[in-house]
C-alpha cells in the first residue's frame, strides 16, 4: 500500500504541476500592465539598461532604493522601473521620474521575473544594447563601488554576470542582481527563455522555472557565467574559520544552537551539500569578497535561523561607506 500511495502522490504532484503550468501560460497572455509613465529621460539614447523591479504593499519608493537607482544611473544605464505594488500613488511616480526612463505598473503576477520579462519588453532595439541588468529591490547596496566592480568587468571574456550563484536544487546565478552583456543578449536561448517565460505564482516553480532554467539554457548555448562570489569559492573560505571556532576553548561561551547550527554548517560544506550562498555567508563576503548587497529577508525574516545576523549594522559600518540608516529607516517602516 505504501508503494501505490507514493505513486497516487507523485501522479498527483505531477498532474498538479503541469495544470500550473498550463494556467501560467494563460496569465502570461492576459494583459499584464495596469499603467506606464514616462520618466524624464525617457527620450535619452542609451546603450545600457536595467530593469528594476520593486514591490511595496503601499506602493511607496524608500530611500534605500532610490539610492539604488542613484548608483545605476552613476553607472550609465537607463531605468525601466517596474512595480507589482497593489497601488502606485503620485507622488511615488513624481520621486522615480528624475531618475527613470519608463516606470510601470503591473499587476502582481509571476514574481520578479515575469516583472523582469515585461520589463525588458519594453526596451527598444535590445540588440542593440552593450549592457542589461535586471535588479530588484529585495537587496541593500551597493554596499561598495557599483561603478568600480562593473569597470573591472570585460565583455571579452563573460557574457553573464551576477553577484552570488547557487547549487541549491540545480546551478543558478541568483536573480537580485544579473548583469548580460552583448552576447548573451543576441542569443537564441536569451530570446527564447524571455519569450516563453509564464506567469508562475508559485516561489519554487519560479526558481525551477526561472533562475534555474535560464541559468541551464545559456549554459548550453556556451555562454560565459561569472560571478563576484563563486559559491564553491565561498564555502571553502569557511571551512578553516569554522574548524578553528569549534575547537576553540571559547566555544562554550555561545549557546549550544549556535554550535549546533555551525556545526551543521561545516558538516554540509565538508559534504558537498549546497547552502543558500547570501544567507548562509552574508558576514563573510562582505568583509572578504566586498559583496555588493545584503539580502533583506536576512534581516528581516532569517528563515534559516543564521546566527549573529543582529550584527548586521556593525559589519555594514565597519566594512562598508554604506549608510546603514537607509536599512534601519526602511526597517522601522514594516
Known amino acids: 500500500m505504501g508503494a501505490i500511495s507514493r505513486r497516487i502522490r507523485a501522479l498527483y504532484n505531477k498532474a498538479n504541476w503541469y495544470s500550473s ?10 494583459p499584464n500592465i495596469r499603467k506606464r509613465w514616462q520618466g524624464d529621460r525617457f527620450s535619452t539614447p542609451a546603450k545600457k539598461h536595467a530593469v528594476f523591479v520593486h514591490f511595496d504593499t503601499e506602493g511607496v519608493i524608500h530611500d534605500y532604493v532610490i539610492k539604488y537607482l542613484d548608483d545605476l544611473r552613476d553607472c550609465g544605464f ?30 502582481n503576477s509571476g514574481y520578479d521575473f ?7 519588453r519594453q526596451i527598444p532595439n535590445l540588440d542593440q544594447c552593450e549592457a542589461l541588468i535586471l535588479a530588484n529591490d529585495s ?7 557599483l561603478k568600480d566592480e562593473l569597470a573591472g568587468l570585460d565583455p571579452e571574456t563573460l557574457d553573464v554576470w551576477g553577484i552570488t550563484d547557487s547549487w541549491e536544487f540545480n546551478y543558478h546565478v541568483q536573480s537580485y542582481f544579473m548583469l548580460f552583456f552583448p552576447r548573451a543578449l543576441r542569443s537564441k536561448a536569451f530570446k527564447k527563455f524571455w519569450k516563453r517565460f509564464p506567469n508562475l505564482n508559485n516561489k519554487h516553480f519560479v526558481i525551477k522555472r526561472g533562475e534555474i532554467r535560464l541559468a541551464q539554457r545559456l549554459a548550453r548555448d556556451k555562454l560565459r557565467i561569472k560571478v563576484q562570489c563563486p559559491y564553491w569559492e565561498v564555502a571553502a573560505d569557511h571551512v578553516t574559520p569554522l574548524r578553528s571556532f569549534l575547537s576553540a576553548k571559547t566555544v562554550d561561551k555561545f549557546s549550544p544552537l549556535q554550535v549546533r547550527w555551525l556545526q551543521d554548517m561545516e558538516d554540509k560544506i565538508v559534504l558537498g551539500i549546497p547552502l543558500n550562498p547570501s544567507h548562509s555567508f552574508w558576514e563573510r563576503v562582505i568583509r572578504e569578497r566586498g559583496c555588493l548587497f545584503l539580502k533583506r529577508e536576512l534581516i ?4 534559516l535561523s543564521i546566527p549573529f545576523v543582529w550584527r ?7 566594512c562598508t561607506d554604506y549608510d546603514s540608516d537607509l536599512i534601519s ?3 522601522h517602516s514594516l
Open 300 to 303: 528581516q525574516k532569517n528563515p
Open 139 to 145: 537587496v541593500y547596496g551597493p554596499l561598495f563601488s
Open 78 to 107: 537607463e531605468i525601466t522601473f517596474v512595480t507589482n505594488s497593489p497601488e502606485m500613488p503620485d507622488e511615488s511616480v513624481a520621486l522615480l521620474k528624475p531618475l527613470c526612463r519608463l516606470i510601470v505598473h503591473r499587476y
Open 114 to 120: 515575469a516583472a523582469y520579462r515585461d520589463g525588458i
Open 21 to 30: 503550468l498550463a494556467i501560467s501560460h494563460l496569465r502570461a497572455k492576459l
Open 329 to 331: 529607516r526602511h526597517l
Open 312 to 318: 548586521w549594522k556593525d559589519v555594514v559600518d565597519e
